[in-house]
């Protein structure tokens, strides 16, 4: 899956695939939800700047 973000009128839409699955105000928040939802693409743990850790 890929998952980008762009302007929606005057907020952020997160994409999955090119269909919109999220409207964000800060597009600052849009950036981190496509992080974690690319990290969990990867089955990966979303740990704090963007570091990747292991699930225990």
């Known amino acids: 899956m890929r998952y980008d973000v762009r302007p929606v009128v005057c907020d952020y839409g997160v994409f999955e695939d090119g269909r919109l699955i999220l409207i964000c105000n800060c597009s600052k928040n849009a ?14 743990v979303y740990v704090e700047e963007n570091k990747k850790g292991e699930e225990k």
């Open 31 to 44: 950036l981190l939800i496509q992080k974690i939802l690319q990290t969990d693409c990867e089955r990966e």
